[in-house]
């Protein structure tokens, strides 16, 4: 294990809420890269949407964080990270993956000591990578017209890759085939096959609990008592409606089975 690439996984999405396929995604991810014998993957991160996407019905950021951070308290190596919905704007996909990057190639620069500045530890052997976690509906998204920029495209393929799980109804070697970016740079994308299909949809989720069904077993516990606790998704929930992003300009998506997990 020594040798391999260590890798962090960054997904982006509305988490709206997070459900159980969200965290899935990560589990069989991080097993397709082990059994390639190339990668270790050495942790994971969960970004959620800025407010300011306006998605329809969108609960507030502090809500969507808090939900994740429940999600994430069985797990020991997946985190979230509130840096995008902390920012003044919505932003763009690529820019949050630059964000991490560099958080991740700081995190690598020896400390200096306290005189002299000498260095007081080593650099480690391998530089991790940080790659774009998405389910196959987001590699669809590539070819909407208008919705990713291409150079955003290029960058996210090239220089940092796409771990893409597979959905049921989706044919992600067909996208990859159909887009001249995405086949120039299909060496640094990993199709990942889900054994398991899971189609949990954030959007089914909603509309349940806005008919006041019952969503246990596809949610963390501990996420359908905060749901219960701050009336969120209900029928009178005073977040219902908020928002709506005009359509036609970059958009940012939401998880796989709700919307794509990412933003553009």
Not at 115 to 128: E, K, M, W
Request: proline share 6%; glycine share 8%; aromatic share 6%.
């Amino acid at each position: 294990m020594k040798s391999r690439i260590p890798v962090v996984l960054l997904a982006c999405g509305s988490f709206n809420p997070i459900t159980n396929m969200h965290l899935r995604l990560f589990e069989v991810a991080r097993d397709h890269l082990h059994q390639t014998g190339m990668y270790q993957v050495i942790g994971g991160i969960i970004s959620p949407v800025n407010d300011n996407y306006k998605k329809k019905d969108l609960a507030a950021a502090h809500h969507r964080v808090a939900m994740v951070q429940l999600a994430l308290q069985m797990s020991d190596w997946i985190r979230v990270d509130t840096w995008e919905c902390e920012q003044a704007q919505w932003m763009e996909t690529v820019k949050v993956l630059r964000h991490h990057h560099h958080q991740l190639l700081r995190s690598l620069s020896p400390e200096e000591g306290p005189d002299q500045g000498t260095a007081v530890s080593p650099a480690p052997a391998a530089a991790p990578e940080l790659k774009f976690l998405c389910g196959a509906d987001v590699l669809k998204t590539f070819q909407t017209p208008n919705l990713w920029k291409d150079e955003h495209i290029q960058e996210i393929v090239e220089k940092f890759g796409l771990v893409c799980v597979g959905r049921a109804g989706h044919d992600p070697k067909a996208y990859i085939m159909g887009s001249p970016i995405l086949r120039r740079y299909q060496h640094n994308i990993h199709l990942v096959r889900e054994p398991v299909q899971n189609e949990i949809s954030a959007t089914y989720i909603r509309s349940a609990l806005g008919q006041g069904q019952s969503v246990k077993y596809l949610l963390p516990d501990a996420v359908i008592a905060y749901i219960k606790n701050h009336n969120l998704y209900s029928r009178d929930s005073p977040q219902k409606g908020n928002g709506t992003r005009n359509s036609g300009a970059e958009t940012g998506q939401g998880g796989p089975a709700t919307a794509p997990l990412s933003s553009p």
